[in-house]
């Protein structure tokens, strides 16, 4: 089995595989997600830039690690309506995205890149989930406001948390949801990188 970094602090990425039972190191890059944001408004290729510098940057970091180690960065952001939404620095504006979100839908949208550290191959996708909201209350927000589980997550909500009390239907993958398309990963590592997870 190869070994596998997961180049993301998210504390949600790594949770979807450690249920898989799947080995794995993480690496923060440390990249800065905002200069690439203040820079690009296009969504999609925004996230796949993103998802391609972290593969990159922890690549140039990891020279010492083994041959065959593959490298999975990632990148989550928020549409409604065109708009890029990030994460919330504060509760004010948590709040605002939330109340944004209320009553309608809005698409969660993942870059992913993948690369091997003595490799050459760079593959980068992306995957599409069609989040719906209920309608929300000024004091449901702030009362969801409080679990800060919005703290460091793209729309302020977690949705494997209480936000799945308000999340009224969800199009497409649900893992994209967490922030790892983990069907399209699994379909890259199996035909791009010799890398079977079912047998891990």
């Known amino acids: 089995m190869k070994k596998i970094i997961l180049a993301s602090k998210s504390k949600d990425r790594s949770k979807i ?3 898989l039972n799947i080995y794995f190191e993480t690496f923060d890059t440390q990249i800065n997600e905002k200069a690439y944001k203040d820079q690009s408004s296009h969504p999609i290729e925004l996230v796949k830039e993103l998802a391609k510098a ?3 940057k922890a690549k140039d970091m990891l020279k010492s690690e083994k041959k065959g180690t593959i490298i999975i960065a990632a990148d989550t952001i928020v ?3 065109g708009k890029v939404i990030g994460k919330a620095e504060n509760e004010m504006e948590a709040f605002q995205i ?10 969660l949208i993942t870059g992913i890149a993948i690369t091997e550290i003595d490799g050459h191959k760079v593959l980068v996708d992306y995957d599409i989930t069609n989040v719906t909201f209920l309608y929300l209350s000024d004091d449901d927000i702030w009362e ?3 679990t800060e589980e919005w703290k460091g997550r793209a729309g302020a909500y977690s949705i494997r948390d209480r936000a799945s009390l308000f999340v ?4 497409g993958s649900p893992s994209n949801v967490v922030g790892l398309p983990m069907q399209k990963i699994f379909t890259i ?11 891990s």
């Open 144 to 146: 969801y406001i409080k």
């Open 98 to 107: 939330l109340k944004t979100l209320t009553n309608s839908s809005h698409n």
């Open 54 to 56: 972290k593969a990159l």
């Open 17 to 19: 595989l450690k249920r």
């Open 189 to 199: 590592l199996k035909t791009e990188f010799n890398l079977n997870l079912f047998e």
């Open 79 to 81: 549409e409604l309506n």
């Open 168 to 171: 009224k239907e969800i199009k």
